[in-house]
């Protein structure tokens, strides 16, 4: 077993600082955020992946301190209510996926997402009891035409670039 640390808890040192720090503390993994609501400090995969050199050397400032790369942080809500927030971080998930097929990173760890309890809806909603039965309903339709549909398709691309997800149970943000 290996302990490493979620590279956001280094938000305020740049890529090759927050890999030092991780292993001065005896750490020997570490997992960079890449979008959704953890940002891009340490790693924009949309940047990295233009520029082979780019990648080159933000793989080399986690070896030269002896960390693996254990995973990609990605945790969003691609499937909330606003489209604006759900249209980036689908992106983010989706150049995660790309950069960890690239460099050879085999899981991007999430959030599963919680979409509103309807079409119109604004915010999302998560619904933990099925009665009165229009929250049954709702959640019905959550999983039907958003949860199960969304996860369908990011799966195929995930299998397609050999990566897994990770989910990270969430209270507010899965269901």
């Known amino acids: 077993m ?4 979620m590279a956001a808890c280094f938000g305020d040192k740049s890529w ?10 005896g750490l ?10 953890v940002g891009k400090s340490h790693c924009n995969p949309a940047e990295l992946i233009k520029d082979k050199n780019a990648i080159k050397k933000f793989r080399e400032a986690a ?24 249209d980036e971080h689908t992106a983010d998930l ?7 097929s ?6 991007i760890n999430d959030f599963a997402g919680c979409p509103g309890a309807g079409e119109d809806a604004k915010y999302p909603n998560w619904i933990t009891c099925p009665w009165p039965t229009y929250f049954g309903d709702s959640v019905k339709w959550q999983w039907e ?14 299998k397609k670039a050999g990566v897994k997800f990770g989910f990270e149970m969430h209270p507010g943000d899965d269901l």
């Open 16 to 25: 090759e600082n927050a890999c030092k720090a991780a292993s001065d503390a």
């Open 94 to 100: 989706a150049t995660a996926i790309e950069l960890a």
């Open 63 to 86: 070896e030269k301190n002896g960390l693996e790369i254990s995973a990609l942080s990605c945790h969003g809500n691609a499937i909330h209510p606003q489209k604006s927030i759900s």
């Open 102 to 107: 690239k460099i050879g990173v085999k899981v």
């Open 145 to 158: 035409k958003k949860v199960i549909p969304f996860w369908k398709e990011m799966v195929k691309k995930a």
């Open 2 to 5: 290996k302990l490493g640390v």
């Open 28 to 37: 020997k993994a570490i997992e960079p955020g890449c979008g959704g609501f």
